[in-house]
């Protein structure tokens, strides 16, 4: 079997609810202005015991209990993370102690920032179709408070924590596209975590705003076309949950107008690699997607990298 497809996916989200108007006593913001300029209205904080590698092993569990599989089915964990405080071990090897994996699956963690979960899906499909994986669990985990500064009113109002899972598995048939992948470098600074600014979440958000309004629509649309799908084919878009001013009008420039467009970030925030799997996630318990439909996955992140695909939903 050359082809993959996806079996199952699940999320964890931490339990502290943080509303717009918690934020207010905090920094010089306000709910109406939060909601406007990124669509916010609540988000998810991790507390001082919850870790990225913990909330990854949350999520693997709800997607092993979705796919009714056990650790044992899998021989490979990728991690998706940019917010991991520890360089090693890895959070994909934490992951496989967490679960009790002793099998000695392929451990591996990935960091392109808020685009992790695509490329992680990527890398998945290929070991898969080069016969070096069966099984894959791809996790996207963030805790980006460890990383925030909650001083800068344009920042500490978007990030959050959560981690959302996907299990992929060898298939006679091919039901995820290939990936359309790559990055613009000059734009590498977009997005930082770097230690000379005390590894503080920065950004360039108008720089990032002005390229994902321009230039989002046609690589999302070149996509499509090397999935070979038409945008009126497609059930669902989940792009990376940035700001819903980017997310709302993507349907309607690409055609797909009965498309169903995942909005999890007005009431989980921005959750860097982990939106794209805990929006779908949190989508198909709402509102469950008929198997087989097919479904947009797009994100950006640091450096400035790129990376989407076409899914059939399990």
């Known amino acids: 079997m050359t082809g993959c497809r996806v079996v199952a996916v699940g999320h964890h989200q931490p339990a502290r609810v943080v509303p717009n108007s918690e934020l207010e006593s905090m920094v010089d913001t306000n709910d109406e202005w939060i909601t406007r300029r990124v669509g916010i209205r609540e988000r998810r904080w991790a507390g001082p015991d919850e870790t990225v590698a913990s909330m990854a092993t949350l999520a693997a569990r709800d997607v092993l209990r979705k796919a009714d599989m056990t650790p044992a089915d899998l021989d490979g964990v990728i991690v998706a993370t940019c917010s991991a405080v520890d360089r090693s071990p890895n959070n994909a090897a934490r992951v496989a102690e967490a679960l009790g994996m002793t099998n000695n699956p392929s451990a591996i963690d990935v960091n392109t920032a808020c685009s992790g979960f695509p490329h992680s899906l990527a890398m998945a499909q290929h070991a898969i179709m080069a016969g070096a994986n069966r099984t894959v669990l791809?996790?996207?985990?963030?805790?980006?408070?460890?990383?925030?500064?909650?001083?800068?009113?344009?920042?500490?109002?978007?990030?959050?924590?959560?981690?959302?899972?996907?299990?992929?598995?060898?298939?006679?048939?091919?039901?995820?596209?290939?990936?359309?992948?790559?990055?613009?470098?000059?734009?590498?600074?977009?997005?930082?975590?770097?230690?000379?600014?005390?590894?503080?979440?920065?950004?360039?958000?108008?720089?990032?705003?002005?390229?994902?309004?321009?230039?989002?629509?046609?690589?999302?649309?070149?996509?499509?076309?090397?999935?070979?799908?038409?945008?009126?084919?497609?059930?669902?878009?989940?792009?990376?949950?940035?700001?819903?001013?980017?997310?709302?009008p993507l349907a309607r420039k690409l055609g797909a107008d009965h498309a169903v467009v995942a909005t999890d970030i007005t009431e989980s925030g921005n959750t860097s690699a982990a939106s794209i799997p805990l929006a779908l996630s949190k989508l198909q318990e709402r509102e469950p997607l008929p198997s087989g439909t097919p479904v947009l996955l797009f994100a950006f992140g640091g450096g400035l990298s790129y990376a989407g695909q076409v899914i059939e939903a399990p």
């Open 138 to 248: 791809v996790i996207g985990a963030e805790k980006l408070t460890d990383f925030t500064d909650f001083t800068d009113r344009t920042t500490c109002v978007l990030t959050a924590d959560g981690a959302g899972a996907m299990i992929v598995t060898a298939d006679e048939r091919h039901t995820i596209s290939p990936v359309l992948w790559g990055s613009v470098p000059q734009m590498g600074d977009s997005v930082r975590i770097e230690a000379h600014e005390d590894s503080k979440f920065a950004q360039n958000g108008r720089a990032v705003f002005r390229w994902t309004t321009t230039e989002l629509p046609t690589i999302a649309a070149q996509v499509l076309e090397r999935a070979g799908v038409a945008p009126a084919d497609l059930g669902a878009i989940v792009l990376h949950q940035a700001n819903l001013r980017i997310i709302e």
